[in-house]
């Protein structure tokens, strides 16, 4: 239906651009199927009385702030908006889920206990927690089924955490799932060749999602960064790649580790799967291990594959000749 759409208003992907290797067009607006798929059955679970009532609130606000998402996501594929007008949507969109109460209001001590935030402190970290994720979801982008199947691994991750971990969260357990699924049903048309993109929209609403709910079970968020760990350190070294060639942060390039691996030679479904294997690895471990050993995990991760990122990209850059 959402391909129909997208057919309808000729919001379409063409290969124009060289950093997109697809032969033929592809319908964009995509994040319309699981924005839609996970709200509708979040209403119905609601409905049935499967879900509590005490979470109508924090759902309705992550309703407004996703449509909010989506509305720039169609703005953009329609009309390809500059990157200061695209920034204005999850910005508008992350306010009003803080003004709904969906915050980070404590985080974990490494040597025990937690630290409990102060107002200002809690909206700031919140704010750019969210900011992170969602914009590493939407430069993770760029190979068929890559920001869907990441998005199922993290939400399962955090099922997995609040189902059966010692901080048990039933409830919220289940919309971890129902997110996973609603990605999961959009993965088959996704997949490589995919059939329809996420858009600018669809990319966006999985990390803001996936970070929001990384907040409203408990603060969580040690475990979304374990599977979004390799995406992170790959956004951290293409804003540093383009600070240094002095181009603008939110330019489009071939900097990305997806990408470089592809023009080294890899097969795309290769690197796709690749990708995969440590965002389910990492969620994996993240689940048994104590806050210090997440600490020590992340850390040795974020350091070793950035060195490897740097080091990809200088042999690509060499090999292409430039």
């Not at 607006?29 to 609601?46: R, V």
């Amino acid at each position: 239906m959402v391909k129909k759409v997208a057919l309808f208003f000729k919001i379409v992907d063409f290969p124009a651009q060289e950093r997109k290797k697809h032969k033929v067009p592809v319908p964009l607006l995509g994040g319309l199927a699981p924005f839609s798929a996970f709200f509708i059955l979040c209403a119905a679970f609601f409905y049935f009385k499967i879900l509590p009532a005490n979470l109508t609130a924090p759902i309705f606000w992550l309703f407004a702030g996703s449509a909010i998402i989506m509305l720039g996501g169609f703005l953009d594929d329609k009309y390809n908006l500059p990157p200061k007008w695209q920034i204005i949507f999850p910005i508008l969109a992350i306010a009003l889920v803080l003004f709904g109460g969906i915050r980070i209001k404590f985080i974990t001590n490494p040597a025990g206990g937690i630290i409990t935030l102060g107002v200002y402190a809690s909206l700031l970290l919140s704010f750019g927690w969210m900011f992170v994720i969602s914009y590493t979801t939407k430069i993770l982008d760029g190979l068929d089924g890559l920001v869907s199947g990441t998005t199922i691994l993290g939400a399962f991750s955090i099922f997995l955490f609040t189902a059966f971990s010692r901080f048990k969260e039933p409830s919220l357990a289940v919309i971890s799932l129902i997110l996973a699924g609603s990605f999961a049903g959009f993965l088959i048309l996704n997949k490589y060749p995919a059939k329809i993109f996420l858009g600018e929209g669809g990319s966006l609403f999985a990390g803001f999602i996936l970070g929001s709910l990384a907040i409203m079970t408990g603060a969580k968020i040690a475990v979304t960064l374990m599977v979004f760990s390799l995406p992170l350190i790959d956004l951290l070294a293409v804003i540093i790649k383009r600070v240094m060639n002095k181009k603008s942060i939110f330019s489009g390039d071939r900097l990305h580790l997806h990408y470089l691996l592809v023009d080294k030679g890899w097969k795309p479904r290769t690197v796709v799967y690749l990708f995969w294997v440590f965002a389910a690895v990492l969620g994996a471990v993240s689940i048994f291990l104590p806050s210090i050993a997440k600490i020590a995990v992340l850390s040795s991760v974020f350091i070793l594959f950035f060195i490897i990122d740097l080091r990809i990209d200088r042999k690509v850059i060499k090999k292409l000749g430039k």
